[in-house]
């Protein structure tokens, strides 16, 4: 596949966020191709588009099925994999966040309860030291509380919610008011 200056620097970038979001840049990198790519690309396609050892993308290519993100499309006449993902943003955004709360969030809830649970009967940690951890939890089962209500709603819904921005607190000023 033959990338275009403007490809190659959203996939160059794509790369560059991966690692800053704690992915592996090639993983990122990938991703960017075939977000881009208007026909699913073989893993040997990949590789040589971008440089890349075809062990590496082998790899990644696996890494990016377990998120979701990739999925393994054939092609009649073809015994080869290729691979595609999806072009909606909104969805891809949407497996990120979900898979990134169940990967990082879900098990920090986890570890946020057992240490509120032990330290009724802890008597060496400080109260203050209690009292940070709780709020900790009680703040992430909010957002998470908030996120599993919000990512139930329809996505007219949630684009109104973003384009109302900051607006949102004169309505909710004028609701609480009444």
Known sequence: MQLTPTMQKFIL?????????????TIAQ???LLYLAE???????????????RSNVSTSLRELQTWGLVRVVHQL??????????HDV?????????????RELDPTLTTLRECVLEGESDRVTSSQVKVRIANTLEFL??????YDQMKRLDRSTLLT?????????????RFTAK
């Open 77 to 86: 006449g073809d015994r080869r994999d290729h691979f595609d993902s999806s």
């Open 141 to 146: 089962e909010q957002l998470t509380g908030w």
């Open 161 to 173: 919610l973003l384009r109302l921005g900051g607006r949102i607190k004169g309505l909710l000023d």
């Open 30 to 32: 990938i991703h960017a």
């Open 39 to 53: 026909q699913p690309l073989t893993a040997e396609e990949i590789a040589e588009t971008l440089g890349v050892a």
């Open 13 to 25: 970038h794509w790369g560059e966020m991966g690692s800053r979001w704690g992915v592996n840049r």
């Open 90 to 102: 909104w969805e891809i955004f949407l497996v990120i966040l979900e898979e990134r709360k169940r």
